[in-house]
T-cell receptor, first 114, second 112 residues
């Protein structure tokens, strides 16, 4: 099976702009999670979607949002970008045929906010 | 609030030795504990999972222990190789299959 893919891989934006990141999960995986990774805070959970519904949300401001489509592909959006939003954004998918949450990560999108 | 600590930010060991990484947690009762490996510029890769009722799990040169009384997991790499150099992350899973909580990671360097 193909792995988790994320586009774009690199992105440079300026403060105040908005950005949309895309994630295609492993075929058959219906759960998609998003994480933000920074050197200072590590990997922090943003939100998780399953069958187009957001089931869980981390402690991030409302500028961070996401959605999932019927084919399980997911997008996350960050509006009114701030310098502190510069980070590696990771998407992970998992299968729901197990009761634990082994996650398969994509390569990430490196966002730089200038 | 939940807190996860991994023993040190960086760990250097000599090739062939056993690397031992520590993951401690507080204010949490995970159903599972997972270990991931992350190489620079790449997403984490799942290595091992251990359940709350398991004491030890092995996979090739990797061994994980889980002590729910001490709220601690130990991750061992035996006969370490330079290719094992990476950042290792522990993650707690409450069993809801909805969210993992990650530690900050330990950067392991295996010196030839």
């Amino acid at each position: 099976k193909a792995g988790v893919t994320q586009t774009p891989r690199y992105l440079i934006k300026t403060r105040g702009q908005q950005v949309t990141l895309s994630c295609s999960p492993i075929s058959g995986h219906r759960s998609v999670s998003w994480y933000q990774q920074t050197p200072g805070q590590g990997l922090q959970f943003l939100f998780e979607y399953f069958s187009e519904t957001q089931r869980n949300k981390g402690n991030f401001p409302g500028r961070f949002s996401g959605r999932q489509f019927s084919n399980s592909r997911s997008e996350m959006n960050v509006s009114t970008l701030e310098l502190g939003d510069s980070a590696l954004y990771l998407c992970a998918s998992s299968s729901r045929d197990r009761n634990y949450n082994e996650q398969f990560f994509g390569p990430g999108t490196r966002l730089t906010v200038l | 609030s939940q807190k996860i600590e991994q023993n040190s930010e960086a760990l250097n060991i000599q090739e062939g030795k056993t690397a031992t990484l520590t993951c401690n947690y507080t204010n949490y009762s995970p159903a599972y504990l997972q270990w991931y490996r992350q190489d620079p510029g790449r997403g984490p890769v799942f290595l091992l999972l251990i359940r709350e009722n398991e004491k030890e799990k092995r996979k090739e040169r990797l061994k994980v222990t889980f002590d729910t009384t001490l709220k601690q997991s130990l991750f061992h790499i035996t006969a370490s190789q330079p290719a094992d150099s990476a950042t290792y992350l522990c993650a707690l899973d409450d069993g809801s299959a909805r969210q993992l909580t990650f530690g900050s990671g330990t950067q392991l360097t295996v010196l030839p």
